[in-house]
């Protein structure tokens, strides 16, 4: 019987909260009010572009940024765009993932960021549980910052991940922790939006 539920996304911002890298109004703003900015929407686009097959030199977002690629040749697999699945944990909590794209036991996600090292990411490894698969592989667009309403994306590079022993525990620690932390703090946040 499923006990709840939880977003990959809103895992992995758990997972950085508890690593002290945001904040604990950052972690309950980016669930409960998750608002895009520019390089989100940029994003989006760049991922448009990636399931029709085409990586073009230079697009325009709709927020009227535009987004100029290195000037390299990027090949990328774009079968099976936007796949949903879900795993559920030892406790019975459900988690919700849709991955960039799917390959027999491969699974894509492409990022247009401005960082890069997603080894400490549980991203790639709830993304594994999910679609049952050995390898993740990230299809990294690193980018800058946005100057004169024009975003450079300045280089491509990818980073493989593939399942390993006792990942399944983490995983599962992981979910059941969120769940214990997550559901009083978000009753806390609608009950404070109340009052104001």
Partial sequence: MNKGSASVSNLEAYRRYC??????????????????????????????HIENGY???????????????????????????????????????????????VDFETVYDHKLTSSGGYRDSFQWRLYLMIFNARLFIYNIFQC??????????????????????????????????????IYPAILEEKLNARKI
């Avoid at 090949?75 to 849709?98: D, F, H, K, Q, T």
């Avoid at 309403?149 to 983490?170: A, I, K, W």
């Avoid at 599962?172 to 922790?177: A, E």
């Fill in 55 to 101: 990586v073009p030199q230079k697009f325009q977002t709709p927020c009227g940024l535009t987004v100029i690629m290195p000037d390299k040749e990027i090949s990328l697999y774009a079968g099976n765009p936007e796949i949903s699945g879900e795993w559920v944990s030892r406790e019975g909590y459900c988690v919700r993932g849709r991955a960039d794209a």
């Fill in 19 to 48: 690593a002290g890298l945001c904040s604990y109004d950052d972690l309950i703003k980016g669930i409960v009010h998750r608002t895009p900015n520019q390089k989100m929407i940029a994003g989006t686009e760049l991922h448009k």
């Fill in 144 to 181: 800058g910052d946005i100057l004169n309403n024009q975003l450079f994306v300045r280089d491509f590079t990818t980073e493989e991940y593939t399942r390993y022993s006792g990942m399944d525990d983490e995983c599962n620690d992981l979910v059941s922790d969120y769940m214990k932390f």
